[in-house]
């Protein structure tokens, strides 16, 4: 299989995608000819398939997601861009009032297949609007569905996923993932949603994380593999549809589970997690679950105070070890 990076896996998802189905469209901030996006993951589709496909649009989140839902429930397939995933609070009405509930309130009678893509976490120090990480709010909204894609392959195949599915999607990446190159199938194919991957085999502990967490933890695992600790990682890749069976076949195997995501601990998805597994598999379980996550307070621009504040490589590695 090819070579490709991040940026690139997304790029040829979105442009396969707009050359099988003309309905497809994408529209955001910056993401057309002088540009193509903050992170250039659009560049050059505004020049193949022209404006009315590829559309720039003023800076106003909750006019275009409103646009999406629109266009959506009658007939075409919007994917939307929001700069940085903060920014979606300024569409919540729209993506959390409108579009994740209007096949419920019509009774099936219409969907909403659009898809919201935009990034989270840590990145050069952007500060306290920039930086954050918010899935678990919208993990909490019913009707809403939400890839998290850790690696390139992934990332092709759940955008193209998603832009197929009859629901709203949002398409979480991380800033710091777009470089990271990874092995890429150059034939047709999608990565079904609800279906986790063990990314890593092991007997002592589980450890469940996400998008650029989840490589922390793979080159922990590397280090504590040395030490004779056997870690088995698994990646959800979507966290609605969630993938229980997979995570919990793992700790049942292993007695032990550390979640270990960018997001400030209180209510944070590990915490969704850390709960479904004490009601479905405490029986198994041989040590307390441990949450690996930010502080609650926000990112801060001081580049000594963000380290500190993102979880390290070390605390996670504490976590694994305190309770193995």
């Known amino acids: 299989m090819p070579e490709m990076t991040y940026r690139e896996a997304l790029h040829s998802g979105l442009r396969e995608e707009m050359l099988r189905d ?43 997601v409103g646009a999406c839902v629109g266009a959506a429930i009658t007939g075409m397939r919007p994917v939307g861009e929001i700069m940085f995933g903060d920014l979606i609070t300024l569409a919540m009405d729209q993506l959390c009032n409108q579009a994740a509930k209007m096949r419920y309130m019509f009774g099936g009678q219409t969907s909403v297949p659009m898809v919201l893509r935009t990034v989270f976490g840590e990145f050069r120090n952007m500060a306290a609007q920039h930086s954050q990480s918010l899935e678990a709010w919208f993990m909490h909204t019913p009707g809403i569905k939400i890839a998290v894609p850790a690696f390139a392959s992934d990332a092709k195949g759940l955008i193209k996923m998603a832009i197929r599915d009859p629901d709203p ?18 034939e047709e ?12 085999e092991g007997s002592d502990i589980t450890v469940w994380s996400t998008l650029f967490m989840l490589h922390k933890v793979m080159e922990v695992a590397d280090d504590l593999a040395r030490e004779g600790i056997s870690v088995e990682v698994i990646d959800p890749r979507t966290l609605v549809p969630l ?29 969704e997690i850390a709960a479904r597994v004490q009601e479905k598999a405490f029986d198994w379980l041989d040590a307390p679950i441990i949450r690996v996550n930010a502080p609650d307070t926000p990112v801060p621009f001081s580049p000594p105070l963000e380290k500190f504040y993102v979880p390290s490589k070390e605390q996670i590695a504490k976590a694994i070890t305190s309770i193995v």
Do not use: C
Not at 30 to 44: H, Y
Not at 189 to 200: D, H, L
């Open 22 to 64: 003309e309905s497809v469209f994408l529209i955001g901030e910056d993401i057309g000819r002088n540009w193509g996006g903050v992170f250039q993951v659009t560049k050059g589709l505004a020049e193949e398939f022209g404006e009315e496909r590829v559309r720039d649009t003023p800076i106003s989140e909750n006019s275009f």
């Open 169 to 186: 999607v949002l398409f979480f990446e991380h800033k710091m993932l777009y470089d990271k190159k990874g092995a890429v199938p150059d």
């Open 189 to 200: 194919y999608v990565v079904k949603f609800g279906k986790a991957e063990v990314k890593r």
């Open 243 to 271: 993938d229980e069976e997979t995570l919990l076949k793992s700790v049942k195997k292993t007695g032990r589970l550390v979640v270990a995501t960018e997001e400030n601990k209180t209510g944070a998805t590990t915490a």
